[in-house]
């Protein structure tokens, strides 16, 4: 949506022109999916759709909000002192719970705001269009109210925002991505230590497509929560031979040795520690230039989150299944947190088209309504933009 565009819906809602623009994107995990929270390394990427906003200070203490995606709520408005979690604000929770987690930290903002949302992320399709939310709100009140915040922390204040306001044990993955992404850059992240590294995607002559199946991740909450609850259980059991502070502190060659009673919770930590060194044999991969050995890794990646973690599902299983017998497929695999949402393929150029056909046929086919697909461009994090001269 353009400049003018967003700012004619503005004046329409909050009677006077806004100041400034921002934008945060969504993003995608290219490999090392649920090894977040076990300690171990991911590999996501910034996109090039995402969270726009745009806004202006008030001289009074009331934030109003309003959302493009979310007409049917109005003008949701605030006051400064009144910003504790109200279920009926639904999506406005994550501009207070920034508010406030910002608030806590002793930066100072002493004046409301007119902020207008209008977000591309389509709506449970795991992009994360919640973290997304929170980074564009904490880029536009550190530029409006000049507090100074060193990117790194708002990261950290985004998933305070999950996980203390709004009640959401996820990791910080989402929020690194989103505040710290590179134009024509993957992020290899250490999630235990936070020591990060931008890895150059060069995919000349391929493109990466996302494949969202139109199924909202019902189960995606409470599965989640459950494994995580496994994978507490399967450390601890581990523990027993050899203390470590994270699943992703094992090698699978040191998991191999060891005898388990529950098979279930070996599953499981299996997963954990064999998608941490796919990720890290994954930077090594793109490092060196081997696409093909990078398409295999994600191909082993949804086997073993199908096999093992278990949180696929009929959908995803069904696109990235066809996905591998389209010619031009480099590899495919889900993304997110499963049940539900999104995967992701890297195709040939000129395979793309035919691809996109073929795929979708399949899962119509099999599954009674259409996916829908998307070509993601790898782009920037969380920044203020420049706006258009009209």
């Not at 189960?219 to 994978?231: G, M, P, V």
Request: aromatic share 10%; with cysteine; glycine share 10%.
């Amino acid at each position: 949506m353009t400049d003018q565009t967003l700012e004619a819906q503005f004046e329409q809602r909050f009677g006077s022109p806004s100041t400034h623009r921002f934008f945060a994107p969504g993003r995608i995990n290219l490999i090392g999916e649920h090894t977040d929270y076990n300690g171990g390394h991911v590999f996501p990427c910034a996109l090039t759709f995402g969270t726009h906003a745009i806004a202006r200070k008030r001289d009074d203490q009331r934030f109003r909000f309003y959302s493009l995606n979310f007409e049917q709520d109005g003008i949701i408005e605030v006051a400064l002192d009144e910003l504790a979690y109200d279920a009926t604000h639904s999506w406005a929770n994550y501009a207070k719970g920034m508010i406030t987690v910002l608030q806590e930290a002793g930066y100072r903002i002493d004046s409301g705001c007119d902020i207008l949302i209008q977000g591309d992320i389509p709506n449970g399709a795991g992009l994360s269009s919640s973290a997304s939310l929170e980074l564009v709100i904490g880029v536009l009140l550190d530029r409006l109210y000049g507090l100074e915040i060193p990117r790194l922390d708002l990261v950290r204040f985004g998933q305070q925002v999950e996980n203390r306001y709004i009640g959401v044990n996820s990791g910080i993955m989402d929020q690194f991505a989103i505040g710290m992404g590179k134009a024509g850059a993957g992020l290899l992240l250490d999630c235990e230590t936070l020591d990060y590294t931008y890895a150059p995607l060069d995919l000349t002559g391929y493109t990466i497509i996302i494949m969202n199946t139109n199924k909202r991740r019902e189960l995606a909450d409470s599965k989640y929560n459950e494994r995580r609850a496994e994978c507490e259980t399967a450390l601890a059991y581990l523990n027993q031979f050899t203390p470590r502070e994270a699943l992703g502190q094992w090698t699978t060659s040191e998991f191999a040795k060891v005898a388990w009673e529950d098979e279930r919770l070996m599953r499981r930590a299996r997963h954990a520690i064999s998608e941490n060194e796919r990720t890290l044999q994954a930077l090594a991969a793109l490092e060196a230039g081997e696409l093909t050995t990078f398409g295999q890794l994600m191909n082993a990646s949804h086997v073993s989150l199908r096999e093992d973690y278990e949180v696929t599902g009929i959908e995803l299983d069904t696109l990235v299944e066809a996905a591998w017998e389209q010619p031009g497929v480099l590899g495919a695999r889900m993304t997110g947190a499963g049940f539900g949402g999104c995967a992701i393929a890297i195709v040939e150029d000129e395979a793309v088209d035919a691809f996109k056909q073929a795929v979708g046929e399949h899962y119509e086919a099999r599954i009674g309504y259409p996916a829908t697909f998307y070509t993601a461009t790898v782009g920037d994090g969380a920044r203020e933009i420049e706006r258009e001269v009209i």
